[in-house]
């Protein structure tokens, strides 16, 4: 069984939804550290001017968000963001071939109002996932297993053993901590990802690789899964 273990993030790049189209269980990792300036809470979509940021506000005072776990972290809702964020997506994507397509569904989307920032991106990347064409993999997130101890690998292990994950897909820059030893010790095989993509039509170019599915999604539509992963590969 192949299993993925990550941080939630906002309307992350195709690379992340790779990931999950590889994984038979998917984790999203919510109760490690809060990351400031990560991906956690923004990302970027192509304009005219170049790409921008849409940044979710958090809050802050009195949170250690370098200590504070993912999944309680709150949204900002004295600031209209969601408004805003729909609105960019509106007039930035207006003319791509297959916003229609997808424009209703995250309108609804965006008029939701939860408390917790990991409420909104979870659920916004599990929408966006299963609109891929992706409806094999189960998610599940890390705040909902009970027991899991040690830091870095050991609780990674801890994880999948729990779940019964025999091969391991990780993010490439992983390497620099994962002790393979101690997955070999477990019976869990590893792999890592590489992330070589062909390049897709932007509405405005220079091609950007590092901006989010949804700009893939509204650009090639139900052909936005083959811009990820070959057709013989899927389950």
Do not use: C
Request: cysteine-free; overall charge positive; aromatic content about 14%.
């Amino acid at each position: 069984m192949n299993g993925v273990i990550l941080q939630p993030s906002y309307i992350p790049w195709r690379g992340y939804f790779h990931q999950i189209a590889m994984a038979d269980i998917f984790v999203f990792y919510d109760d490690v550290k809060y990351d400031k300036n990560g991906w956690r809470n923004r990302n970027r979509i192509k304009t005219k001017n170049g790409s921008i940021w849409l940044t979710i506000p958090v809050l802050t005072k009195g949170v250690e968000t370098n200590q504070t776990p993912i999944n309680q972290i709150q949204i900002n809702w004295q600031q209209n963001w969601n408004r805003k964020h729909w609105q960019s997506l509106q007039m930035h994507y207006a003319k791509a071939p297959y916003f229609e397509k997808f424009a209703r569904l995250l309108e609804s989307f965006y008029q939701r109002h939860p408390n917790l920032l990991s409420e909104f991106t979870i659920d916004l990347t599990i929408l966006l996932a299963r609109e891929l064409g992706i409806h094999h993999t189960q998610f599940i997130r890390s705040s909902e297993m009970e027991g899991i101890t040690g830091q870095k690998t050991e609780r990674l292990i801890q994880i999948l053993s729990r779940l019964n994950v025999t091969h391991y897909i990780s993010g490439p820059s992983a390497q620099s901590y994962i002790e393979t030893a101690k997955f070999q010790n477990a019976g869990i095989t590893l792999e890592y990802m590489q992330y070589e993509y062909a390049e897709y039509p932007q509405l405005y170019p220079p091609y950007d690789p590092q901006v989010s599915i949804l700009d893939l999604m509204f650009m090639t539509g139900p052909n936005a899964l083959d811009h990820i992963l070959p057709k013989n590969s899927r389950t």
